[in-house]
């Protein structure tokens, strides 16, 4: 961890001696910045306004002040993930209902309780996601109290054995340093502030709490701008919990330090006002995490926001893990097909309209009677879409029918092509969501989610800022199913008793074969490679235009448009997993996702050609057997350093070599791709060696 030297602390080469002094003199500022930068009080005082304002802000709008840190998808997938994970907090906290002791013992023993809650979190991730099994590891983490006076950290039996309780103002995830026994703020993760007051954080946001919370991110923020440590893209943010006797909740502190004004004369004015212009904060909402014998909820989503931004924490010091959270969420569909083999209910498979189908196996010989009425209700609770039935949506203040054509699968997910009832001759892709009436969603929900409502949000995104290009999909239709019958539902906004009842459908257009069809029936060569690139690229360039990446690229997600057109053209479909903004996380695909999205788990500008570069090699190769991120990683780093994708589509076209050349000089860089000559090289090379024109958008 502490190979690598930061730029702020050593010169590079003989002839860096400006700047040398330029940089050991801004380290020298910050240093002593730290050292005055003392009272979380003063600090918090000069926050008021900016509060006040905020607060005010929310009041009129009646939105929440801050948004959450993360998406309630990401935490379900996180909470699949942690299934086969085994956590054990031993020290139970104290629960002032029942607390018959003083207030010093609880207060005590609550310290206590947050720090083993701490280790026990932060070493069962280390084990499940980086640690090798085949290697003896030292365990790399230490939890401390943070006593106030001296911002130092000691072990809480120790501090209490010591009668430092008054003292303590945090607890904290730090890296082991024999050297430094007492911690240093840039070896910090995250810290945790146990505060009575946390519970009523929930109603109406503290800046008393939530002026502490800043103050000790921009602490470790602060810290880590002048530490000589390797840190990860993303050490730019910094989580604080926030934690009581039963509640807790998430502080995430995000923005480039480098960009405070560090007034050593005016320490606080200079946090604040960097904390006004340029911090990004995100509050989770305030949930149980103990429970009242004192045990930690693990699996409840108080707790789980809590280990998942210690989860990140951890990857900001050593990168990704060695197992995904995909890889390790996996693993529930196989779960869920054991307990159902355990309990006798046979298999979940998929039927032929389509949908999931539960078969019930008995092992009782004895003729059990079957109730008419219950038999009615579950055949009503599955949504039979075969072809030739009619489907009708709720779009807006009208309606509009669909005609199921063709029922097809993505290789993981149904979705169906349909003929509009009031457009004679027109094809589209009808998507149908799950159910809200389904009260536990599986995987497969999840992936619905992003196919679905997800998707419906970027594609109605792209229509508002004006996206137009025959290479994206276009949105025909979005809304709720009209299910059979009268609907009973209370508002234009609530939900009946039908099973059907509010189910999201998503409608697009055009409707094409996809690539991965096509190179399963040996219909996918040169001229269409060329050609898909190309047309991939015209979406692409017109989706970054608006600052939309795709992030989920492969041979399922593009398809071949030849019906009712003069010159066939390729589409990019699948933009559930499409990244607006920072906090949105790409599809995580062995096979075709970018390096940068292995390692960081987001996009780079080049990310999404990388992507397309392996889908096109991909089609005119087998698929390597991969089973684990590190495994992929390893796959590009050969691939690339010999070549082997570049000799690869080389054989296909000498365009395509020269194309996957200039996106291995890209590859994890911020620099952006030029679409326009690359569009124009494809397009001139499709005219000139096949005797087509194609059109050019984007």
């Known amino acids: ?121 932060v070493k069962s991730l280390w084990e499940a996601f980086w640690s090798s099994q085949d290697e003896e590891e030292e365990f790399p983490f230490f939890v401390g109290c943070l006593f106030s006076e001296n911002l130092k950290f000691y072990q809480a039996e120790k ?41 009523s954080f929930a109603l109406e946001p503290s800046l008393l709490l939530l002026g502490e919370a800043l103050f000790y991110a921009l602490r470790v923020l602060i810290s880590r701008s002048v530490s000589r440590l390797d840190f990860s893209q993303s050490s730019n943010c910094v989580f604080v919990l926030l934690v009581d006797l039963q509640y807790g909740g998430v502080v995430k502190v995000e923005g480039d330090v480098n960009k405070m004004d560090f007034d050593v004369n005016n320490v606080y004015e200079s946090a604040a006002d960097w904390v006004k212009k340029h911090a990004k904060i995100s509050v989770s909402p305030v949930d149980r995490i103990w429970n009242k014998l004192g045990n930690a909820n693990w699996r409840d989503i108080g707790a789980l926001q809590v280990v998942f931004a210690t989860y990140h924490s951890i990857v900001q010091y050593f990168g990704p893990p060695r197992h995904s959270i995909e890889d390790l969420a996996a693993d529930h569909s196989s779960r869920v097909h054991s307990r159902r083999q355990e309990r006798q209910l046979g298999d979940t498979g998929l039927s032929e309209n389509g949908m999931f189908r539960l078969q019930q196996r008995t092992m009782s010989p004895e003729i059990v009677e079957v109730h008419e009425e219950s038999s009615k209700i579950e055949s009503e609770g599955l949504m039979k ?22 029922v097809l699968t993505n290789g993981t997910l149904p979705y169906h092509i349909a003929l509009p009832v009031d457009e004679a001759g027109k094809s589209v892709f009808l998507y149908v969501g799950s159910p809200p009436s389904q009260l536990e969603p599986a995987l497969e929900d999840m992936n619905l989610w992003y196919q679905v409502q997800r998707q419906t949000k970027i594609l109605s995104t792209m229509k508002q800022r004006g996206l137009s290009s025959k290479h994206l999909p276009q949105l025909h239709g979005s809304g709720r199913i009209i299910h059979p019958g009268q609907c009973q539902k209370p508002s234009s906004g609530g939900r009946c008793d039908h099973p059907w009842c509010g189910t999201p459908i998503l409608v697009t257009a055009p409707v094409g074969e996809t690539v991965a ?157 030029d679409y326009g000559i690359w569009l124009r090289r494809l397009k001139r090379n499709l005219s000139e060696d096949h005797g087509k024109e194609i059109e050019t958008s984007g």
């Open 159 to 199: 501090a209490l054995a010591l009668g430092r309780l008054d003292g303590l103002s945090a607890t904290g995830v730090l890296l082991k340093n024999p050297r430094h026994p007492h911690g240093k703020w840039d070896h910090v993760l995250e810290l945790a502030l146990l505060r009575p007051e946390v519970g």
């Open 385 to 406: 879409l075969e072809v030739g039935s009619v489907l009708w949506l709720e779009d807006s203040n009208y309606q509009k029918g669909y005609q199921i054509d063709q």
């Open 517 to 673: 069809d096509m190179v399963n029936e040996g219909r996918f060569g040169p001229e269409e490679a060329i050609r898909c690139c190309h047309d991939c690229l015209s979406a692409l360039s017109s989706s970054s235009s608006a600052g939309i990446r795709h992030g989920d690229i492969r041979p399922e997600n593009v398809v071949y448009v030849t019906s009712g057109v003069r010159q066939p053209y390729f589409v990019l479909i699948g933009w559930g997993h499409a990244v607006l903004e920072d906090r949105d996380r790409p599809a995580m695909n062995l096979h075709f996702s970018s390096t940068y999205a292995l390692q960081e788990g987001k996009l780079c500008a080049a990310s999404d050609a990388e992507s397309l570069i392996y889908m096109l090699y991909f089609c005119f190769g087998d698929l390597p057997d991969l089973d684990s991120v590190e495994g992929a990683l390893q796959w590009r780093e050969t691939s690339w350093s010999k070549r082997l994708i570049q000799q690869k589509l080389g054989d296909v076209s000498t365009i395509l070599k020269a194309f996957s050349d200039y996106v291995d000089s890209l590859c994890g860089t911020p620099y952006p791709l």
């Open 1 to 121: 961890m502490e190979g690598k030297s930061s730029p702020d602390l050593e010169s590079i080469g003989s002839g860096a001696t400006t700047t040398k002094r330029s940089s050991g003199s801004r380290s020298r500022i910050r240093r002593d910045f730290l050292t005055r930068f003392t009272s979380s009080e003063r600090f918090t005082e000069n926050l008021e306004d900016w509060f006040g304002s905020l607060s005010l802000n929310h009041d009129n709008n009646n939105k929440p002040v801050f948004e959450p840190p993360f998406e309630l998808v990401e935490l379900q997938k996180f909470d699949y993930a942690l299934e086969g994970i085994s956590f054990q907090q031993l020290t139970r906290m104290p629960n002032a209902v029942y607390a018959s002791t003083s207030t010093a013992s609880v207060e005590a023993n609550a310290y206590l309780a947050v720090e083993d809650f701490l280790h026990a979190a």
